[in-house]
């Protein structure tokens, strides 16, 4: 079996240097550079892998610029394992000197983000975090982290409640931001999942290890991957779900022959047994890169959608192919994020909608930010708490849309 180097070698050798992924990739529309195309950084991965180049800081960085949406796999005739490369050479690289290893390590612990988020609302911080926004530098994450800090407080911790009957045992995993700032989105999960027959407990909230695994902190990543396993087995259940599809593919990789899904795709197998109430809205469903190239669920969260009577559902037109958040890109490359999220809304635009839907929790953060600071009245949300809200028989509380 190959090293380090040598497996990044055999992936870097699948490229075909046909140039059929330069139209889908992002940031190659941002700079029209080849190194900052996916045939450009598998170039540069070849080149460091068989020691042809040194790691400088130059030529790292269209490594780092790389948003990890996956757009190219898709579209590769050569299947190349674009994916499994990219972390590949991160890990030999190690994690970049941009990675705001503090501000991460916080994002990580929800108990303690949830317990911030809560002192940050009890000094009203929403009132002047914008005084403090303006003193600190254009390209610090803090600034970034600020930007993209909701106004309201977070919904209280998931739970599953007593079950007695189901057809199968799932497991929430809640993750460690989603855990307290899409709380509502997994309370909503499991309403739908109960409502359409299944069993549903949940996993206690930590880091799967995404941010780690694709910032080159291999250490950190496979502590978090460890205590997956050990969570999972402790369970009982026979599938695993996240209502964030960027966890997902950092779970199946912590996971190998367990089936981890988004909750969407189980949900829409049994569509025709739920019923929903009628909701006139006009709602712009933007897809993020892992929902439609890592889950694999956007077919399915369009055919729920569209079982809502009256609901005017309009897909956000591709591309552009991402809107810049990218786990932790927009905290590192705030100045490379900005230009993507903003085609994402002028698209969006277009649409003239009343709601903006969004899936991933760092997405939806940072489209919500992006809607704030362009005066623009689009509230946002993850389309589970749509569907929970207008299901028959639906607590009361989930009424007001």
């Known amino acids: 079996m190959p090293g380090p180097a040598g497996r990044v070698a055999e992936l870097a050798d699948q490229c075909v240097q046909c140039g059929l992924c330069l139209p889908v990739c992002p940031t190659y529309a941002l700079d029209r550079n080849e190194a900052e195309s996916p045939r450009g950084r598998i170039a540069i991965a070849a080149a460091l892998s068989s020691g042809l180049a040194e790691p400088t800081a130059e030529l790292r960085e269209p490594l780092d610029h790389c948003l990890g949406c996956l757009d190219c796999e ?62 600190l530098p254009a390209h610090s994450p803090w600034r970034t982290a600020l930007l993209t800090l909701p106004a309201t407080l977070p919904a209280s911790p998931v739970r599953a409640g007593d079950q007695d009957i189901g057809k199968v045992r799932l497991a929430l995993f809640p993750g460690c931001v989603a855990s307290v700032e899409d709380a509502e989105a997994q309370q909503a999960a499991i309403t739908l999942l109960q409502a359409a027959g299944f069993r549903i407990s949940v996993l206690p909230a930590f880091c799967c290890g995404a941010m780690d695994l694709h910032g080159g902190a291999t250490q950190a990543a496979e502590q978090a991957a460890q205590r997956v396993r050990s969570a999972w087995e402790a369970s009982g259940a026979t599938q695993l779900v996240s209502v964030t599809p960027g966890c997902l593919g950092t779970l199946r990789r912590a996971l190998p022959g367990v089936r981890v899904l988004d909750p969407l795709t189980l949900l829409a197998t049994h569509a025709e047994s739920l019923q929903f109430r009628p909701l006139s809205l006009r709602v712009v469903v933007h897809l993020p890169c892992t929902q439609v190239n890592v889950a694999c669920s956007d077919s399915a969260l369009l055919q729920l959608l569209r079982h809502v009577p009256d609901l005017d559902v309009m897909p956000l037109p591709r591309p552009p192919h991402c809107c810049g958040a990218a ?75």
């Open 327 to 401: 786990g932790s890109h927009l905290l590192e490359f705030p100045e490379r994020a900005a230009p993507l999220r903003d085609a994402t809304l002028r698209q969006a635009a277009t649409l003239d909608p009343q709601q903006l839907l969004s899936s991933n929790i760092g997405c939806r953060l940072y489209l919500a930010a992006g809607i704030d600071a362009q005066g623009l009245h689009w509230p946002t949300r993850h389309p589970l708490s749509l569907l929970a809200q207008q299901l028959m028989n639906a607590p009361s509380e989930q009424e007001n849309p």
């Open 74 to 135: 898709k579209v590769c005739p050569a299947q190349v394992q674009y994916d499994e490369l990219l972390i590949e050479t991160r890990a030999l690289l190690g994690p970049s000197s941009r990675h705001p290893r503090r501000l991460l390590s916080l994002i990580k612990r929800p108990a303690l983000l949830r317990a911030l988020r809560r002192l940050g609302h009890g000094i009203a911080l929403p009132r002047w975090k914008g005084w403090l926004i303006r003193r």
